[in-house]
């Protein structure tokens, strides 16, 4: 069960669950001189390795290949037109997924972390019972208990998730052909991925989104600047609508909108958000209160009712990101080893969604901002004026600063960043740190950035805040 020949039982941590969030506390803890037990079911890396953000992005990169070949000869560069190669597309998919699945194996097995492959359940005197993928079982111990055991995809009455015709993020990973045409249940993160990859692939794609906007939480003209380019790439957008089940026909089915069309497609991908895995450990009768949405509560510390018990990651309602998990993570080993916690600011962390055109956010969107009470100034730059952008080619997209408006109508502190266009997932990081070290527009100005740069078009729009600019 384990790869030890003969495991301890007894450790300083046990963690259930092997994603970001247990695998971080894992990494974490053990650097820090704890010895760790992992137990994880299924392999190492959890969902974002395996079915989620990892070869996600690998196919957002694959599209985005495929439209630079396409658009070459604007360079100059002629070739025939690109074909792909659906097989050797997830070939390379899952070659990156399984190099960097060696990798963390690899990393744990040096840090001396004792992985249990198999299932974990919690018992009620805090020890943890693991049933073995092999049918062997166990019975270990720790000073400290860490619930990690992630979360997997909603479905929705009437969508019967089969691999086939209705798929969730998992079954699209394993696709062995391009859908030719594809309604896609939800526009939020997953949705707008998957939704612009497949489109860029080659499948005529419909977004069906129930409230009135798609991408929950982003600023208004960052979206319409993600609409317009979806538009413009005949990828339909429907909002405000429900969907009502569907009928399966030879091939493909009928998804039934309730007061619009119906839509005749190859496949349904159901992308409604994420479901915590809280009933697989086992929580009845030891204390640990569950949320009505399955949710282990915690506090702002990750501590569950039960103490020495603590949960991350996907399993608390907090941001579902894995790099929110890390931090989760890092906060619990540092209270174990008895040092200065900082809780995790979940209003003010890295939003990053990297479809056509990539989005990304910290902090409040303008309407957030005004709804808070806020008196806001905003600055919205184009890509149009910036150097870099023209060079690349690629100029769709907007960056909009939201500021605290001081008397003189200038910016004051940096409320929030949301911004769309070429690699911004990429250029978040000085926003990040803006935002959440509470600089204000003169602070951030003060900074040069490289010329010539995509993140100028950034420097450029906090500068025009302090009521002078460059360009803008
Ligand atoms: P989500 O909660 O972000 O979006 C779900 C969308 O589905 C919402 O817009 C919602 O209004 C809509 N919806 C719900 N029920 C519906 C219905 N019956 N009909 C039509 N629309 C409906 O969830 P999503 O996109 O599935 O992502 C799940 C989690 O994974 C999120 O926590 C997200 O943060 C995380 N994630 C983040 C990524 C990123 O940051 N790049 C990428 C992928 C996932």
Redesign the pocket.
Known sequence: MSDDAAPATHFDVIVIGGGPAGYGAALYGSAAGLNIAVVEKDKVGGTCLHR??IP?KELLETAHVYRTVSEASKFGIESSAPTIEFGTTMERKNTVVDTLFKGLSGLLKNRKVTVFAGTGTLRADRGVHVVGNDGETADITADAVILAAGSV??S?PGFDVDGKVVLT?DEVFELTELPKKVAV???????C?FASMLSDLGSEVTI????PQ???GVDKDVVNTVLRSFKGRKLDVKTG???AGHSAGSSGTTVHVEGGDDLEVDAVVV????RPLSDSLGLDGTGVTVTDRGFVEVDELCRTSVDGVWAVG?LIAT???AHVGYAEAILVIKQLLGEEAIPVDYGKVA????SKPEVAFVGLSEQAARDAGHDVVVAKHRWGGNSRALIVGDTEGVVKIIAEKREDGTGGQVLGVHMSGPWVTEQLGQAYLGVNWEATVDDIAHFIQPHPSLSETFGEAVLSLTGRSLNG
Do not use: F
Not at 185 to 191: L, Y
């Open positions: 989620g953000c996600a995809p909603r929705i993020s249940i939800g526009g939020g993160a997953i949705g991925e069906l989104e129930a409230l798609i991408l929950p609508v429900k969907v992308s409604v958000g994420r996907d941001p579902g990101l939003w990053c969604i990297y």
